[in-house]
């Protein structure tokens, strides 16, 4: 780790997520164009994302299949629409084995077509109703301007396909989806999101309907944090997707398709992250505890590693993810600043002193200096850490929720808007005209994020063109 500091955040937003990004090894730069390597830091962290996400998916009903990576070309022309929202960024295989391929295959940048053509041969009747398979793995989108975790060629997702017998059945879907990425951003992400439809010209490509969570980043931009689609018949008649019903009539199924990716990584980089470094919410950390031991003389060593493999044996024990820091070659301040840079949400600090009185110190990452340090009784370590990670949690929670809503603003009048969306979020009447979004966001550079359901019962005034609205809609500029 280099002991150079890192940019400051108000200074040099982009550079200092640039930087921290590499410098606390969560990942690097792949020598293929916009593509990155996900460190084994990083990757324990995206393994504590899908592990909560994929136990919620199974809790209500949902199984994991793999599909193939190359998808024929001649899938994508099935859906118009679709076809015309990934063609700029699809990959194409032309070769194979040395010679030119009869059909072109796309490397996958979604797998609505593939999966659609499997669903068209296994489903049948009503009684293989609703199907709910989810796909872990990684999908490749030709970017042109690229960033580590927010957008990059490959990245690493989960993409939930369902298909049902009704509309109602595949909105419920969509919604409930929604719901468990809401409950995952605030519980263990320590993210408070907003969550809400998308516009039509902000859908995603062959959907009817598309939903999304919306944070909101340190600099005040906005992050379309995971997706909920509710796609109606479109891919089933594309795919020929029927079953017969129970009175023996065929039908065209209802699908949806939803995603949380590795860009969550980012979100909690850039929500909860400071001047010093990450500052991971401790239900996600890799690490949530490290304990570094000090000591000058070979006699101190013994006595302080002594205690020190005891806490950590007990710690380990009570189910919290510590690390013994024994690096012999590292001074006790460079680890303190190396373990601040990678974010691990509790410091542990046993020094001879710390060993004669039976003590341990306590340094929380979220509070730098003396407000964030505390001393307490070895005998009482282990509930004592467990304790500060739960308020350590809440603590981000809370300061995240307060920073957004802080930069959240109602504006009055179109200038107004143009005022706040240069550092923050407006929430505004919007007529629901194509023609007066796209003039904000030329205007602007600010796009609409999503409209929230929970809507005011009284009627309101478009923010551009002052006609009757019935809907409030966030607009931020966004990454």
Known sequence: MSSKALPSRNEDFSEWYNQLVIRSQLADYA???????????????WENITAYLDAAFKKTGHVNAAFPTLI????????KEHVEGFSPQLAVVTHGGGEELEEKLAVRPTSETMIGYMYSKWINS?????????????????ELRTKLFLRTAEFYWHEGHTAHATAEEAQAEMLSILDIYEKFSLEEAAIPVIKGRKSDSERFPGAQITTSIEAMMWDRRALQAGTSHYFGPNFAKAFDIQFLDKNNILQYCETTSW???????????????DDQGLVLPPR?????????????SDAEQVAVMSVADRIFGELKAAGIRVKLDDRDNMSPGFKFNDWEMRGVPVRIEIGPKDVEKEVAALARRDRLGKEGKSFVAQTDLVPAVAQLLQDIQSNLLQRATEYRDAHIHEPATYDELKQIVTDGWAYAWWCGRAECEAAIK??????????????????????????????????ARAY
């Open 442 to 475: 030329e205007e602007t550079r600010a796009t609409t994020r999503c409209i929230p359901p929970n809507q005011p019962d009284e009627l309101g005034s478009c923010i551009y063109c002052g006609q009757p609205a019935t809907e409030r809609v966030y607009l």
């Open 31 to 45: 020598p293929v164009r916009g593509c990155m390597v996900v460190r084994p830091y990083g990757w324990a962290l």
């Open 72 to 79: 024929p070309l001649s899938f994508f022309e099935k859906e």
């Open 259 to 273: 995603a949380i990716s590795s860009r969550m990584i980012g979100a909690i980089i850039m929500v909860h992250g």
């Open 126 to 142: 009503w009684r293989d109703l609703p199907l709910l398979i989810v796909q872990w793995g990684s999908v490749l989108r030709w």
């Open 284 to 296: 996600l950390a890799p690490i949530q505890a490290v304990i570094v031991p000090i000591f000058k």
